[in-house]
């Protein structure tokens, strides 16, 4: 799936010369957290949300009063920073700049990564440099809510299936390491033996033992790795 796939195309948005004001109507009337900015040719320029308007001198939420050695300790620029922050009028002089864009054509992979990266929780789309839509975490999770259940085999895996099944979904894993753990397969249940680097890994060999198809279950006998193994 690509973001053309997902993204929200009815878009509010904000012009950076509006002020922030008319922003908070916008944001409270369509009941959203955050919306782009763009310029008079449709061109994101930056992204207005609700942090950028959580502290603002008209309802007493800016910080009039710090202890004198916070002050001692922070720099005049992040002091004056803040300033405008609670008291600037514009969008433009408050807003999150740039906006972080993808092209739709990006995959959700792709999408996910930056999400993750710059600790946001939106990314705008564009096309030829013009806002077509938005991709949020939530429009994620409907993705992920509309996937298709994985069907079952048409026929039953034999053991050695799903034991090949396996190996091939954990190959190149840096947590599982085939020489130190022992798999067998028995009428669908999947028994692991041996060691492994922590506990998220045997986790993880659980969890990917339950994905192969067919499995009817998973015996695990997995340890974490002593070190006197690596000869510590």
């Known amino acids: 799936m690509r973001a053309s796939d997902i993204m929200s195309s009815r878009v509010v948005t904000v012009a950076p010369e509006d002020t922030v004001l008319d922003a908070a109507r916008k ?11 763009v310029d008079d040719g449709d061109r994101p320029v930056g992204v207005v949300s609700e942090g950028d308007l959580l502290r603002r001198s008209e309802i007493g939420t800016d910080r ?3 202890s004198w050695w916070l002050w001692l300790f922070t720099e005049e620029s992040a002091l004056a920073a ?3 922050k609670s008291h ?3 969008v433009v002089e408050v807003m999150s700049s740039p906006a972080e864009c993808i092209s739709e054509d990006a995959e959700l992979e792709e999408i ?9 929780k939106r990314v705008l789309v564009t096309r030829d440099d013009k806002l077509v839509g938005v991709v949020s975490r939530a429009d994620l999770v409907r993705a992920l809510a509309s996937a298709p259940k994985t069907k079952p085999p048409a026929t039953a895996p034999s053991d050695a299936d799903i034991r090949a099944a396996f190996l091939e979904s954990v190959a190149g ?3 599982f390491e085939p020489t130190s753990v022992n798999v067998i397969v028995t009428d669908g249940v999947v028994h692991l033996w041996g060691w492994v680097s922590s506990k998220k890994a045997i986790e993880a060999a659980k969890v990917a033992a339950e994905a192969v198809p067919g499995v009817r279950g998973v015996d695990l006998h997995l340890g974490k790795t002593p070190p006197w193994i690596w000869g510590y």
């Open 173 to 175: 894993e840096s947590w």
């Open 64 to 66: 009039k009063h710090r």
């Open 88 to 90: 600037a009028s514009k």
């Open 112 to 120: 996910a990564a930056l999400l993750e990266e710059k600790h946001i």
């Open 82 to 84: 803040e300033f405008v």
């Open 27 to 37: 944001l409270h009337t369509h009941r959203i957290s955050a919306m782009p900015v």
